[in-house]
T-cell receptor, first 113, second 117 residues
C-alpha cells in the first residue's frame, strides 16, 4: 500500500507485482516530462521521457502515461524487482530550450522479496 | 551516453571554511550546467544555472556570494561553498544536457555529500 512518510511518500510492493507511481505536475505550460530513479547516495538516473503531444510511451518494463487535462503523470513498472527499489522523481520542462528541470516531490518504492 | 562526473563524492569540513565541488562533462561539451541541492528525504531544488564564459544565474533565495560558481571551460563547472555553516550540509548535484538539439534528458552527476561540522 501507499503511505506518507516525513517528506517522501512510500509505495511498498511485492517482487513480481506491477508498480504505479504517480506525479502531479504544476505548470500547465510544461510540455516535456521525464522520470528519474535515484538510489541512495547517487544522482538521478534517466528512466523514460514523454512529450506533451503523446499520452503514453513504453520502454523496457516501464510505461509513462500523461494526462494533460488533470496535469498528471504516472510511471508503471512491470514485474517489479528488488533492484527497482529507489526514489522516483518526475520532472518537467517548458519548451524546446535546454532549461533546468523542475522536480516533483518524489516517491520511495520499496520492493519486498 | 553523456557522462557527468562530480568530485569529490563526499566532503567533511569545519564551519567557516570553504569547499569546492567540481562538475565535469566527460565526453561532451556543456555550455550550460545546472547545480541542484537536495536535503534528506526531499526533492532536488535548483540553485543556479552555470553558463560557460559568463556569470551564473541564481535562483531566488540562493546567495551568489556564498555559492560561487565558475564555468571556465566547456567541460568544467565548479561550485564553491564559502564560509560553510552546518545548515549548508546537503547533497549537491550538478547536471548538463548532452550534445544534440532540442529536448533530451538532463544528465546528472553522482552528487557530492557535504557535511559541515
Amino acid at each position: 500500500g501507499e503511505s506518507v512518510g516525513l517528506h517522501l511518500p512510500t509505495l511498498s510492493v511485492q517482487e513480481g507485482d506491477n508498480s504505479i507511481i504517480n506525479c502531479a505536475y504544476s505548470n500547465s505550460a510544461s510540455d516535456y516530462f521525464i522520470w528519474y530513479k535515484q538510489e541512495s547516495g547517487k544522482g538521478p538516473q534517466f528512466i523514460i521521457d514523454i512529450r506533451s503531444n503523446m499520452d503514453k510511451r513504453q520502454g523496457q518494463r516501464v510505461t509513462v502515461l500523461l494526462n494533460k487535462t488533470v496535469k498528471h503523470l504516472s510511471l508503471q513498472i512491470a514485474a517489479t524487482q528488488p533492484g527497482d527499489s529507489a526514489v522516483y522523481f518526475c520532472a518537467e520542462n517548458v519548451g524546446t530550450g535546454r532549461r533546468a528541470l523542475t522536480f516533483g516531490s518524489g516517491t520511495r518504492l520499496q520492493v519486498q522479496p | 551516453g553523456a557522462v557527468v562526473s562530480q568530485h569529490p563524492s563526499w566532503v567533511i569540513c569545519k564551519s567557516g571554511t570553504s569547499v569546492k565541488i567540481e562538475c565535469r562533462s566527460l565526453d561532451f561539451q556543456a555550455t550550460t550546467m545546472f547545480w541542484y541541492r537536495q536535503f534528506p528525504k526531499q526533492s532536488l531544488m535548483l540553485m543556479a544555472t552555470s553558463n560557460e564564459g559568463s556569470k551564473a544565474t541564481y535562483e531566488q533565495g540562493v546567495e551568489k556570494d556564498k555559492f560561487l560558481i565558475n564555468h571556465a571551460s566547456l567541460t568544467l563547472s565548479t561550485l564553491t561553498v564559502t564560509s560553510a555553516h552546518p545548515e549548508d550540509s546537503s547533497f549537491y548535484i550538478c547536471s548538463a544536457y548532452g550534445q544534440g538539439a532540442g529536448n533530451s534528458p538532463l544528465h546528472f552527476g553522482n552528487g557530492t555529500r557535504l557535511t559541515v561540522t
